[in-house]
C-alpha cells in the first residue's frame, strides 16, 4: 500500500477511535493508547474525581527498591527517596514472596519489568519505572474495579490488572499504565449445598479476586468436615485471577482436573463497565472462555464460586539424585531418564509430582499421592528405585504418610526464592511422547541445561507430573484438549545477567525460543504449553496454547472487547496489538 493510501486508512480508523495517539515508528503508522505527555492524558481533576470515587485509594507508582537510591526518576519528576533503614528491610525482604504480594505493582519475577531500580548499596545509581505502571487503582470493592474500568476505557488508557504479581511473562505490568491492583479484594463465602444452574448440588466457597493459595486451603482446612480445593502449588499464587483464567494446575490435577474444572460461576465486569454473571446459564460463551482462554482477556473477574470437597488422607515422597551424591554426569542423567520413563507409571496410579532439574541435581520433591498410604504409594515407587539400584545410580529417597492433603501441603510444599532476572519458556509432554520418546524427551533437558557452548549449565526445569483427564469427564473449559492426555509439564528458565543489553536479551530470548524449547517442543509432538508459564515469543503460540479452540476464543475476545480494553502478550486477540518503541506503546498498526 502506498503511504498516502495508508495515511488515509489510518485517518479512517482514527476517527473511529478518537482518543488513539497517532505515533510513528521505523516507518510505519500506528494508533496507539493515550499516555503520560499526550494531550489525551486525562487532567487532574479527572484523576482527583476518579481517586475520590475509589474512596482516595489511588496512588503514583513509587517502586519499593527506590528507597535504596538517592532519587526515583518517575514520570512525573524526581523524588529524593533514599532511606538507609527501608533499604535495608526492602533488601532483605526481596526474595520473600509474601513480601513482594504486599507491595503496589512489583512482580516476583523481574526479567519483564526491566528491572531498572533494583535494590543496591549505590544510591548514586538510578531508579526508573522500567516497564512498570504508572498509578495504581488500590481496589477494594468491585465498584472501584468498575471505576478504573470505566476510566480506562473512556481515556484510552493502558489498563494493567495486577493480583499476586506470580506472572512470569510480565502479563501484571505495562509500561505507561494505569494498574487496577486486586491484592485487597480478600472476600470469601462458604457454601453448604450449591444452588446454581447445573446438575453440583456439592459444597462451593465464593472467592474474590485477591485470594491466595495457602490461605484459602488453611480456611478450607477450618471448615467442618475439613474441605479441600483446586490452587496451584505454589503457596501465595492467587486462583481467580490468573491461574484460572489461563487454565491452572495444581497438587489434585490428576484426580480433578484444572482449576479452571472447579469453577461453577464467575462475576465478572466486561469492558464496557456492566457487572455480569458467567455460568453454565448466564453468558455460557464467556463461562468457558474464562475457564483457561488467557488472563485478562474477557474481562476482570470479581469472584468465582469453586467446588469445594471432604480433604482425604494423603502420602508424600521425595526422591533426590544430585551432585553431592553423584560425581559422574552420564549416572545423573541416567538417573533422571531412568526417573522419567515412569512419568507415565506415576500419572497413571493418580500421582501429582513437583520436580526440578537443575545441573547435577534432580530433586523430586514433593510426589504427592492424595487417597493412598505410604504402603500404597511406596509400591507405586518401588520400580523407579529399584531401577535405580540396578543402575548404580545413588539417590536418596524418603516417604511419609499424613492425616490429609492439608498435613502434606504445608508440610512438603516449599516457598519460592525470588528476584530472579531470567526468561522462563515450557512445554507439555504428554502420555504418548513420554511412552515412545522419553529418551529423546531426556536429551532435550540436557540442551535445556547447556543451551549453547557458552551457556554450558546455566538453564533449568521445573517439572510436573500430572494429566488433567486421568478422572475427569470431558470438562467444559476452554483448556488446552491435549491436556487431557499430559504426563508432565515442563517449566524452563534461562537467567538473563541484570544489565543486559537490548542486543544480549535478544540472543538469550532466541536461545530460549529456538534452542530450548525447540528441542523440548521437537521431543514431545504430541504435547501442547501452559499460556502463563511458557515462552509468549514462541511461533504458533495460538495453537500451543488453545489448540483447535483458538478461531473460538478470538471470537468470543472480540464479541466482549471489541476496542481491546484488556491486552495481554500472546492472549486470544493479542494479534491485533504491537508494542512499538522499544516494548512501551501498544499500539494498532495501520498499514
Ligand atoms: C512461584 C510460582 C509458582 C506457580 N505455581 C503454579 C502452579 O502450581 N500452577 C499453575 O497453574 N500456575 C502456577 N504459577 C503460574 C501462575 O498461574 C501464573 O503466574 C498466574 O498468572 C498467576 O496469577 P495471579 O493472578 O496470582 O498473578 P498476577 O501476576 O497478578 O496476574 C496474572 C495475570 O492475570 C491477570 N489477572 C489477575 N487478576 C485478574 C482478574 N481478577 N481478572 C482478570 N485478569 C486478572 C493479570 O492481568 C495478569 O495478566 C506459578 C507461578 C509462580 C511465580
Ligand atoms: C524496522 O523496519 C525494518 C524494515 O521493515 C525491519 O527490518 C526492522 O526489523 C524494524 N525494526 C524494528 C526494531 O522493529
Ligand atoms: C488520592 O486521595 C488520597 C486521599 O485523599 C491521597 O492521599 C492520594 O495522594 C490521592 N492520589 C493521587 C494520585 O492523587
Ligand atoms: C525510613 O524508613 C524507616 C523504615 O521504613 C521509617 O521508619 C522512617 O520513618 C523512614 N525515614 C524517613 C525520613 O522517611
Ligand atoms: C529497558 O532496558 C533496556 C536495556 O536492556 C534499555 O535499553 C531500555 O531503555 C529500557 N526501557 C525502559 C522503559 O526502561
Ligand atoms: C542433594 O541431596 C541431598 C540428599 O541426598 C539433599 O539433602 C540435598 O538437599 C540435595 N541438594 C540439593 C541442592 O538439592
Ligand atoms: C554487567 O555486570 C557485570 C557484573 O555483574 C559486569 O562485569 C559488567 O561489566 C556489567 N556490564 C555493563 C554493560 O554494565
Redesign the pocket.
Known sequence: MSRLAATIVWVLLHAVNAALVHREWNGSLYSCKCYLGDACWPGTVEWNRLNATVGGNLRLHVPPES?CHDTFDGPLGSLATY?????Q?VSANYANEEWTVEQDATLLWKYFTNHTCPPTIDPGSPCTLGYYGVIILDAHTKHHVKAGIDFARRHDLRLVVRNTGHDFIGRSTGWGSLIIRTQAMQGVKWIKSYKGPGRYRGRAVTLSAGIQGRDILTQAHAQQPPQALMTGECPTVGIVGGLIQGGGHGPWTTLKGMVADSVLSFEVITADGVIRTANERENPDLYWALKGGGPLTFGVVLSATVKTWDDLPAAGATLFINSTTVANEDVFWEGVRIFHKYANHLVDNGLYVYFEIFPQTLRVLPVVAIDKTKSELDAITAPILSELRESDVPFEYASNEYHNFYSLYTDLFEDEVLGGVSLTGGWMFSRKDVRENNDAIVDAFKVAISPREDLLYSGGMIGHLWNAGYNVPVPNSATHPRFRDASDFIISTLPVPANASLEVKADLQDVLTNTIDAALRKAGPHGCTYVNEADPYQPDWQTHFWGDFYPRLKEIKHKWDPHGLFWTISTPGSEDWVLIETETRLCKSQQ
Open positions: 528507597v532511606n538507609e533503614t527501608a533499604c528491610q
